[in-house]
């Protein structure tokens, strides 16, 4: 395993942590917020972004547009088995989703369920720092790097790790600041 390797995948988990950080609602309409949403279309679950447009005419309200207005239903009921804890409005064309106003108690939820995902991103890039530093032990063990050589290239993935955890670490003071501001 090779340091750009190492690196292109911690780049990966933030990433991905991001992603995910995205799907958390805070108190203001963001498509990002229905990308884990599948609808149920002819018997398959299908993403909501391919079904219908989404777009976001003003800070607390969510439209969807669906392509196939037949399918109306059946995003409203996705999204009402969702996690979002949203009621959809439909009337007829669309459907509308109001972000209402977070609580503080729901706040502090999210901002556990923030924290968790972090967490998770966290682990991911010391798995990859697990997995690296075998890779330059075992390269090692079969003489293909020195032992100075090994001491370095594991400080240098010690390092890498450091800064991903960081970014990751930013991006969780990021999204914690955006839920508890009103």
């Known amino acids: 395993m090779e340091l750009a390797e190492i690196e292109e995948l911690m780049n990966k988990a933030v990433q991905a942590t991001q992603r995910s950080f995205n799907t958390v609602r805070t108190g203001r309409a963001n498509s990002s917020l229905l990308d884990r949403i599948q609808v149920e279309y002819y018997g398959v679950p299908t ?3 391919a079904l219908a447009s989404l777009t976001t005419p003003d ?3 969510l439209l969807i547009q669906p392509f196939d207005p037949s399918t109306l239903a059946a995003i409203e009921r996705a999204i009402v088995a969702s996690d979002l ?3 959809p409005s439909n009337d007829g064309k669309v459907v509308r989703l109001t972000i209402p106003p977070l609580t503080e108690e729901r706040r502090k939820e999210l901002s556990k369920q923030v924290a968790k995902l972090a967490e998770e991103g966290r682990v991911s890039i ?4 697990r997995d690296g530093i ?3 032990r075992k390269r090692e063990k079969n003489g293909e790097l020195s032992e100075d050589e090994s001491k370095s290239l594991q400080d ?3 390092k890498l790790t450091d800064r991903y955890i960081k970014k990751i670490d930013e991006l969780l003071a990021e999204k914690e600041k955006e839920l508890t501001t009103l």
Not at 126 to 129: A, G, H, P, T, Y
């Open 126 to 129: 010391r798995n990859i720092r």
């Open 134 to 136: 075998d890779s330059v």
């Open 156 to 158: 240098d993935i010690q």
């Open 59 to 61: 800070s607390s309200t």
């Open 85 to 87: 804890g949203l009621t």
């Open 47 to 49: 993403p909501l972004k």
